[in-house]
């Protein structure tokens, strides 16, 4: 965020996000791991994840709720102050964690360059093939492809979308926030919800109820309905992340639980990469319309497709 803030030049933007990128190759997974592995060094059973991943999501939207105010303030006194705010924070961050968060099941050996480096290569080799192999981690892999895939309309053409229904430009702001707020309530609803054995099928009935409910926002007329749609599928949508990180730690090794779990949450960005393409092509020859109506389809006809294949209930590999 530091770089970004700093650079004036395309080249100085792309070594930020190389930065960044980097940086989110060693979050991902690495949270939720040590989570779960610290709740089980403490004897938890592990039976409300979904409670427990509910409220990071919410506690989520409330930060970027806040953050998107505060960096609307500061970036109309200067485009380079959100990234400095922002950096700033998460630096803070880091100290505030190291100092709180500890593995108390954690055994530290004598470190070896070598040893871990062929360590590393053996666990990530392992927990591929672990996650081709196993049914529940690749049920994750392509729903959450499917879902990258789909909300990449939603997620690029919402400002345009509005915009063409008379919003104004001041407006979306309280748009954007009502988005924030309905993603917030829909995985408090979830974390309140006994989900122990019904995660798979939640996950799959919350994303056809957000395709319906997509393709309704774009045929019902009237901006008061439409906007209300449109929040409204948001909420499923909000359930996404704390159910599938429930149904995905309980059927996953310790050992590998970081690995597998960072693996699933960068390969389906493959099917976002296809999405942003597919939806802009869309879009440009059918119209943002249109790209919504395919958006809303592809969810329900993945869900559906998924739901159709194989043990949707079985643990094992």
């Known amino acids: ?32 791991a040590w989570l779960v592995d610290s709740l089980k060094h403490f004897g938890h059973d592990g039976e409300d994840l979904n409670h427990i991943f509910g409220r990071e999501n919410l506690i989520r939207q409330i930060g970027g709720a806040v953050g998107a105010v505060a960096g609307s303030y500061l970036a109309a006194r200067n485009p ?6 922002g950096g700033t924070v998460m630096a803070l961050t880091t100290v505030f964690a190291f100092l709180i968060m500890k593995e108390e099941y954690f055994v530290r050996g004598v470190f070896s360059f070598k040893k871990g480096l062929h360590s590393m290569r053996n666990v990530a080799l392992s927990s591929i093939r672990y996650g081709m192999d196993h049914k529940a981690v690749r049920f994750i892999l392509i729903i959450t492809c499917i879902q990258i895939f789909s909300i990449q309309a939603l997620n690029m053409y919402w400002q345009v979308f509005f915009k063409n229904l008379k919003v104004s430009e001041e407006h979306l702001g309280f748009l954007y926030t009502g988005m924030m707020f309905a993603v917030a309530l829909g995985a408090f609803v979830i974390s309140k919800l006994k989900c122990k054995g019904r995660e798979k099928k939640m996950i799959i009935q919350s994303q056809v109820l957000a395709g319906g ?43 590998e639980r970081a690995t597998i779990s960072s693996f699933c949450s960068i390969a389906p960005h493959i099917g976002g990469a296809i ?24 969810l329900i006809i993945g869900a559906l497709l998924v739901a159709r294949n194989g043990d949707h209930e079985s643990d094992s590999g």
Do not use: C, N
């Open 80 to 85: 380079a102050l959100p990234w400095f705010a």
């Open 275 to 298: 999405g942003l393409l597919f939806s802009g092509l869309i879009a440009q020859y059918f119209g943002v319309t249109a790209s919504w109506i395919v958006a809303g389809a592809s």
């Open 1 to 32: 965020m530091f770089v970004y803030g700093s650079s004036h030049t395309f080249a100085g933007f792309v070594l930020a996000e190389i930065i960044a990128a980097v940086g989110s190759t060693f979050r991902s997974g690495a949270f939720q």
């Open 213 to 255: 409910l997509v393709i309704a926002s774009t045929l019902i007329p009237g901006l008061p309905f439409i906007i209300i749609l449109f929040m409204m599928h948001e909420m499923p949508r909000g359930s996404w992340s704390p159910l599938i990180d429930s149904y995905l730690q309980k059927r996953i090794p310790s050992e």
